[in-house]
């Protein structure tokens, strides 16, 4: 089945803990972006990749970081996550960057920094 | 650069109603334009796509005409069901021509409940 997963789902940590949020997808997909959700503001890109150790910023980079050392894999990195980071994050990848057919979406993790 | 509005929400409707949700976008170009439906708990699954001026993108009943002339997309679907409650999601995708070519920009999300 063609997917994109993510993990964990749930995190609930402290304030300067780093994380790692894990993302794959199993359709050789070359582009793969990483979105933040907040209610009123709709989905912002963080950093997407076009293709493996190509990366380059979104909206909102600031406080994160990703490499994308295999085709399928693309973590996403919160090295001293802050509270304002609390937010529900997506993954998601496509054909190429300039597909006009769909973006696949993972399943979200909802991320709550204390 | 690019953006995209969606009329404000939530909308809430009886079962068979008639739905319309507004989306209005500013870009350069000839973006790509695409409704996105979260159900609860869920990621983003595609609804409906157009690719240029004049298509109309239909799926589930639900049907969007990519209008040029007044930069807008929006939604309707005739007969509403409950399990089309969801949050809806517009979004362009930026032409070629530039450093975000292939960037998908979305709207606010709208939230839609229907009731039986």
């Known amino acids: 089945e063609a997917q994109v997963t993510q993990n964990p789902r749930y995190l609930i940590t402290v304030t300067g803990k780093k994380l790692t949020v894990t993302c794959s997808q199993n359709?050789?997909?070359?582009?793969m972006s990483w979105y933040r959700q907040d209610p009123g503001l709709g989905l912002r890109q963080i950093y997407y990749s076009m293709n493996v150790e190509v990366t380059d910023k979104g909206d909102v980079p600031e406080g994160y970081k990703v490499s994308r050392k295999e085709k399928r894999n693309f973590p996403l990195i919160l090295e001293s996550p802050s509270p304002n980071q609390t937010s529900l994050y997506f993954c998601?990848?496509?054909?190429?960057?300039?597909?006009?057919?769909?973006?696949?979406f993972g399943p979200g993790t909802r991320l709550t920094v204390l | 650069g690019n953006s995209v509005t969606q009329m404000e929400g939530p909308v809430t409707l009886s079962e068979e109603a008639f739905l319309t949700i507004n989306c209005t976008y500013t870009a350069t170009g000839y973006p790509s334009l695409f409704w996105y439906v979260q159900y609860p708990g869920e990621g983003l699954q595609l609804l409906l796509k157009?690719?240029?001026?004049?298509d109309k993108g239909s799926n589930k009943g639900f049907e969007a005409t990519y209008r040029k002339e007044t930069t807008s997309f929006h939604l309707e679907k005739g007969s509403v069901q409950v399990s089309d409650s969801a949050v809806y999601f517009c979004a362009l995708r930026t032409p070629p021509g530039g450093t975000s070519y292939g960037k998908l920009t979305f709207g606010q999300g709208t939230i839609l409940t229907v009731h039986p």
């Open positions: 359709m050789n997909h070359e582009y």
């Open positions: 998601a990848s496509s054909l190429s960057r300039g597909s006009v057919n769909e973006q696949f």
């Open positions: 157009a690719t240029k001026a004049d």
